[in-house]
């Protein structure tokens, strides 16, 4: 059974960075397809951007300012996020899909 386990998290000002990783229990080697999703205050849960061995996919809004990659030695998955925006705000969530969900780390964007 798979854990994921996210950290990096916190409080930024916009225009800011974070880096976000999630740790994942064994090997991800195998798996195609991991993601990163995000639930805003009050909003459901969305996509925020996936990765598998084709390449990457984001949602429009955070197009040319995320970048997520994995590093399979090291069984982590990790969001680059630059440019924060108040509108980041959120709990970010790692997934392997079908398997598992992360517990959650808070980005808040603020001054």
């Known amino acids: 059974q798979v854990q994921l386990v996210e950290s990096g998290g916190g409080l930024v000002q916009p225009g800011g960075s974070l880096r976000l990783a999630c740790a994942a229990s064994?090997?991800?080697?195998?798996?195609?397809?991991m993601a990163w999703y995000r639930q805003p205050p009050g909003k459901e849960r969305e996509l925020v951007a996936t990765i598998t061995y084709d390449g990457t996919n984001y949602a429009d809004f955070v197009k040319g300012r995320f970048t997520i990659s994995r590093d399979n030695a090291k069984t982590t998955l990790y969001l680059q996020m630059n440019s924060l925006k108040p509108e980041d705000t959120a709990v970010y969530y790692c997934?392997?899909?079908?398997?598992?969900w992360g517990q959650g780390t808070q980005v808040t964007v603020s001054s």
């Open positions: 064994r090997s991800i080697f195998s798996a195609n397809v």
């Open positions: 997934r392997l899909p079908g398997v598992a």
